[in-house]
T-cell receptor, first 111, second 113 residues
Framework: EDQVTQSPEALRLQEGESSSLNCSYT??????LFWYRQDPGKGPEFLFT???AGEEKEKERLKATLTKKESFLHITAPKPEDSATYLC????????????FGQGTRLTINP | DTGVSQDPRHKITKRGQNVTFRCDPI?????LYWYRQTLGQGPEFLTY????????KSRLLSDRFSAERPKGSFSTLEIQRTEQGDSAMYLC???????????FGQGTRLTVV
């Protein structure tokens, strides 16, 4: 069964303090690994898709990387507006191509 | 691109009542998904439509849940005889035929009292 585990569950940082979020996964044939951002009371907002080990994607202060077993979301010099829950999901090849999500990492950036 | 639209945004209902939610996907997207999200957890897959055909349902989707997508456009999710355990955020997502990237709506927050 496809499975995603994210760590830590919650992370508090000071503004400007860089860190990384981890996403470990097992999937029967990876089609894609997705990172989403979710603000309280809202739907997930797409950030990145990674398809193969070694791939990297960047957007502003965020950088996502992928290996065969895990993905990292690196956040550099974060600002308070980066506070949100970050969700990782995998999509297997074939079938419905549904997303299997981890439980998320709740990130808080203090000014 | 007007995004995925869900209605209502919030619903409070008494235990035992029936509720129905609506999702309007992005117009050119033929794939539509329903997910359920409880507090502190990631979204869990409920069901999937390709055009008007419902092609996959999760074990989470009990007999009290039914979903439709007439004519392959909007979709409805109905919960009959609601229970307190049904309280959650119900999210709809759509994607293009390639199915690479799913766009989510803002969700419907259901509270069963």
């Amino acid at each position: 069964e496809d499975q995603v585990t994210q760590s830590p569950e919650a992370l508090r940082l000071q503004e400007g303090e860089s860190s990384s979020l981890n996403c470990s996964y097992t999937v029967s044939g990876l089609r894609g690994l997705f990172w989403y951002r979710q603000d309280p009371g809202k739907g997930p907002e797409f950030l990145f898709t990674l398809y193969s080990a070694g791939e990297e994607k960047e957007k502003e202060r965020l950088k996502a990387t992928l290996t065969k077993k895990e993905s990292f979301l690196h956040i550099t010099a974060p600002k308070p507006e980066d506070s949100a829950t970050y969700l990782c999901a995998v999509q297997a090849r074939g079938g419905a191509q549904k997303l299997v999500f981890g439980q998320g990492t709740r990130l808080t950036i203090n000014p | 691109d007007t995004g995925v639209s869900q209605d209502p945004r919030h619903k409070i209902t008494k235990r035992g009542q029936n509720v129905t939610f609506r999702c309007d996907p992005i117009s050119e997207h033929n794939r539509l998904y329903w997910y359920r999200q409880t507090l502190g957890q990631g979204p869990e897959f409920l069901t999937y439509f390709q055009n008007e055909a419902q092609l996959e349902k999760s074990r989470l989707l009990s007999d009290r849940f039914s979903a439709e997508r007439p004519k392959g456009s909007f979709s409805t999710l109905e919960i009959q005889r609601t229970e307190q355990g049904d309280s959650a955020m119900y999210l709809c997502a759509s994607s293009s035929p390639e199915g690479v990237r799913a766009f989510f709506g803002q969700g419907t927050r259901l509270t069963v009292v």
